[in-house]
Every structure is written in C-alpha cells, then in structure tokens.
C-alpha cells in the first residue's frame, strides 16, 4: 500500500493546507498519517477556554473529528508548545518526527515551506524545517541509531512537498511562496475539506475567510517538489505519487 504523511504545525493545518490531497488519496487507497507538532493551545480564539491547557483539549477534540473527516489513517498530535516551535530543540523535534516516519514509512512527505506558507506564520516555518530535516536524516543508519530496534530500521522517503499557491494571504508580512511544480485537481473533495475545517468548531470566527479563499482558488491543492528519489527531469505534476515505486 502507497502511504502518505502530511507534518503540521497547527490543528486544523491538516484541513487548510491538505484536506483536499489527504480525502482524495485516501480514496485511492492510499494510507495516510498526519503529524500534528502543537495542540494549539496559543490560539487567538479560545471558543470558552478558560486557560491554555482547556484550549489544548478541545483542539485536540476538533483535530480527531477532522482526520476522521478526512479518513486519515493514523493522525498524531505531538506536545510542543504553540507559537514556540522555534525555541524548542531542533535535535529532539527532528528526532520525534524521524522516529514516527521510521514506523509509518511513508513514500511521500508534505509539509509547508520555510517562508511558513500562504500565512508566514513562524510555527508553519519550524515545521517545514523539523520535516525537512526528518526526510533527509529518516533514511540515514547514523542518525537516531536508538529507534533503530524492535524491527525499526532506517527509511528513505521517495518525495518531499512543500504546500504553495499563487498569492500569500493579505495583509501580513512579506514571504516568497515556493514555485508550484504540482497541481493535484481535488474536483469533489473541496466539501470535504471545507467541513473538516469546520470540524474545529473553536476557530469559527476564520471560517467565512478561510472558505472564501479556498473557494477563489478553486478545486486545486498547489505544492512545490522539493526533493525526489527519481532523478527524471522534473515537468509539471498531476499525481503526488508519479515515479514512485
């Protein structure tokens, strides 16, 4: 079975960023797995939450019904702390998410690229940094030689995606979004994506904004092919999975 993770910083990321991609391929019977770095529990909308720890719950709830939405596989949420990620270890974030892509053993990565994708957000940035270097070090028998037990063995993942799009969102700080090398036509799996955004119930007041864009862009997921194991010259895309084996 083809098997596919996505690495966010943010509950909800999962949805805004690769709903589309995550229902449709799933369809197509391939596995899917999310690796969620934060709960969220430095959200600007607290939907009732009285401190960081009863947003943290309850964003965790919304993340489960999403992927269950999205019939992610095997989602997983992480413990860092929100809007911090760029504070914390990288060896021993890097090491969480290489470990986790050791045991699902993905054939391709997406993440948001270190500009920190059509918001800039700094935590969207630490992400694309931690996958990065997951990708690349995953595969390597010298890094994180303690996973390497009870079976674990190093894996080389055959393609790296950052997410893109045309234009960043307005209003925010200046960012350079990564050249669109792949296309994927999401067509019906629009609805679905939208209603697993709308499964984080604590971020309603982003709904109207978040459809109306999704929607302007119309029934397309746009990434950037940042590496691959195929060495044929790189055109553009229509399929996550072209020269995988």
Known sequence: ??????????????????????SLYHGRGVETCVVCLTPGQAGSFRSGAKTDSELADLRRHEFALACEILKV??????NYPDGKLHRQDLYRVTCDVTGLIREFQPHVILTSGPEGSVTGHTDHSMASIFATLAFEWAGR??????????????????????????TPLPGRQP???PKITTVIDIGEHLKVKI?????????????PIFETNVRKRGTVEKFHLVAAESRTPC???????????
Not at 1 to 22: I, K, Q, W
Not at 148 to 155: A, D, Y
């Open 235 to 245: 055109t553009l895309e229509d399929d996550l999975f072209s020269d995988v084996e």
């Open 141 to 166: 028998s010298n890094r994180y030689p303690d996973q390497l037990i009870n079976g674990v063995k190093p894996h080389s993942v055959q393609k790296l995606y950052y997410v893109t799009a045309d």
């Open 175 to 177: 960012i350079i979004l």
């Open 73 to 78: 596989s095997r989602p997983v949420m992480l």
């Open 1 to 22: 079975m083809l098997r596919m993770m996505c690495v966010t910083a943010h509950p909800d990321d999962e949805a805004a960023d690769f709903g589309g991609s995550l």
């Open 195 to 207: 209603a697993a955004f709308k499964a984080h119930l604590s971020q309603e007041p982003l709904w």
